[in-house]
């Protein structure tokens, strides 16, 4: 349990400087509990056990899950900083990624299946991760196509776009005027 929180807090945290922001991290963070409750499915299907390689592949899924976040929420700001509202800049950037995002999913899962189906020494605790992997990613993935969206529209609007300063300070050098000579 230590180590999920160690993992959570380490992905938030490595977020946060990404994306110069406390608030997006938790959008892109919404995800993780999707993938873990469908792992905790896959593994109750399958008649496996929460044991020690069922928790490896669940700490790995911190990082699988949170890829989706982070390919919709990444372009969401680069299209705010273009200009646009919160609410189109979501539903264009989830139309975008979308693509990307299943293909990712559906490559990392069947990365999976020869852990799943291989047998030999071993290949119970290879299976157990498999199977995590397999449903927390699929769960994760169909699922977050709508809650990240969802908890962006609710939680951008209290956000700058991440180029505000930028310009902010480039409006004002452009209205300062230039003093000639020496100073």
């Given at each position: 349990?230590?180590?999920?929180?160690?993992?959570?807090?380490?992905?938030?945290?490595?977020l946060?400087?990404?994306?110069?922001?406390?608030?997006?991290?938790?959008?892109?963070?919404?995800?993780?509990?999707?993938?873990?409750?469908?792992?905790?499915?896959?593994?109750?299907?399958?008649?496996?056990?929460?044991?020690?390689?069922?928790?490896?592949?669940?700490?790995?899924?911190?990082?699988?899950?949170?890829?989706?976040?982070?390919?919709?929420?990444e372009?969401?700001?680069q299209?705010?900083?273009?200009?646009?509202?919160?609410?189109?800049?979501?539903?264009?950037a989830?139309?975008?990624?979308?693509?990307?995002?299943?293909?990712?999913?559906?490559a990392?899962?069947?990365?999976?299946?020869?852990?799943?189906?291989?047998?030999?020494p071993?290949?119970?605790?290879?299976?157990?991760?498999?199977?995590?992997?397999?449903?927390?990613?699929?769960?994760?993935?169909?699922?977050?196509?709508?809650?990240?969206?969802?908890?962006?529209?609710?939680?951008?609007?209290?956000?700058?776009?991440?180029?505000?300063?930028?310009?902010?300070?480039?409006?004002?050098?452009?209205?300062?005027?230039?003093v000639?000579?020496?100073?």
């Open positions: 349990m230590i180590t999920f929180a160690m993992a959570l807090l380490v992905v938030y945290l490595v946060a400087a990404q994306f110069e922001s406390f608030i997006h991290p938790f959008v892109i963070m919404f995800t993780v509990p999707l993938a873990v409750l469908g792992a905790l499915l896959g593994l109750w299907i399958t008649g496996g056990s929460l044991n020690l390689f069922s928790q490896i592949g669940i700490v790995m899924l911190v990082g699988l899950a949170a890829k989706n976040g982070i390919l919709m929420v372009f969401a700001n299209l705010r900083d273009e200009g646009r509202e919160v609410t189109e800049a979501i539903i264009e989830a139309d975008v990624r979308l693509r990307p995002i299943l293909m990712t999913s559906v990392t899962m069947a990365g999976a299946i020869p852990l799943v189906v291989a047998g030999g071993g290949s119970a605790s290879r299976a157990t991760i498999g199977v995590v992997i397999i449903f927390g990613v699929a769960f994760s993935s169909l699922l977050s196509l709508y809650v990240i969206p969802a908890f962006y529209s609710l939680l951008a609007p209290y956000t700058r776009s991440p180029m505000f300063l930028t310009r902010k300070l480039q409006q004002l050098e452009g209205r300062t005027p230039e000639g000579g020496h100073a």
